[in-house]
């Protein structure tokens, strides 16, 4: 698929750090939307609450309440009976210097709110550091929310799949169970 050579190029030659953190953000909004849309509903970029105090880099609603036949739902449809994932929280964090660390991570759970559901990712142009997984286990002791990671090769690897004509949010099933595992 030239489409998906096209996501790996431009996300390959983007610049990391400010330089190129709006182009970080359209990027992965527009690979996010190749891989899930549908099931899920296009991004709400820049979604803000109604005070205006807190802005969400994008959220693609789930309306998977029941699988209807949509072999590729099946996936949503769980997360939103195990985390109320209602609306799929993405964050992007495309930094160059700066470490992935707990501040990002407590970001990401200052919008899990009611109504966003207990998921949210964190889309990283590298890895987050050890206090960040920490953080996020934290989390989900005391508040069964979850907050994965999702790296560049992680999106890669989606769009690899895509290609193979699986269904990218088995990838996502994966995170989620391997973070299950990896729990302390």
């Given at each position: 698929?030239?489409?998906?050579?096209?996501?790996?190029?431009?996300?390959?030659?983007?610049?990391?750090?400010n330089a190129g953190?709006?182009?970080?953000?359209?990027?992965?909004?527009?690979?996010?939307?190749?891989?899930?849309?549908?099931?899920?509903?296009?991004?709400?970029?820049?979604?803000?609450?109604?005070?205006?105090?807190?802005?969400?880099?994008?959220?693609?609603?789930?309306?998977?309440?029941?699988?209807?036949?949509?072999?590729?739902?099946?996936?949503?449809?769980?997360?939103?009976?195990?985390?109320?994932?209602?609306?799929?929280?993405?964050?992007?964090?495309?930094?160059?210097?700066?470490?992935?660390?707990?501040?990002?991570?407590?970001?990401?759970?200052?919008?899990?709110?009611?109504?966003?559901?207990?998921?949210?990712?964190?889309?990283?142009?590298?890895?987050?550091?050890?206090?960040?997984?920490?953080?996020?286990?934290?989390?989900?002791?005391?508040?069964?929310?979850?907050?994965?990671?999702?790296?560049?090769?992680?999106?890669?690897?989606?769009?690899?799949?895509?290609?193979?004509?699986?269904?990218?949010?088995?990838?996502?099933?994966?995170?989620?169970?391997?973070?299950?595992?990896?729990?302390?």
């Amino acid at each position: 698929m030239n489409q998906i050579n096209d996501f790996i190029q431009r996300l390959d030659t983007c610049p990391m750090g400010n330089a190129g953190w709006s182009q970080f953000e359209d990027i992965c909004t527009e690979i996010l939307e190749f891989l899930f849309v549908p099931p899920l509903r296009p991004a709400q970029r820049q979604a803000r609450t109604y005070s205006g105090i807190s802005r969400r880099d994008a959220v693609l609603p789930n309306r998977n309440i029941s699988v209807n036949g949509l072999e590729n739902s099946r996936n949503w449809h769980h997360l939103f009976q195990e985390l109320d994932a209602r609306m799929i929280l993405f964050e992007f964090k495309n930094y160059d210097n700066t470490e992935i660390g707990t501040d990002e991570v407590n970001q990401a759970l200052n919008y899990l709110t009611n109504p966003m559901g207990r998921l949210a990712f964190l889309v990283c142009s590298k890895s987050p550091n050890d206090q960040a997984h920490i953080r996020r286990n934290t989390i989900f002791t005391n508040e069964r929310k979850v907050i994965l990671f999702i790296t560049k090769e992680n999106l890669k690897e989606m769009l690899g799949m895509k290609e193979r004509n699986e269904d990218p949010s088995d990838f996502i099933m994966d995170l989620l169970e391997l973070f299950y595992i990896q729990h302390e």
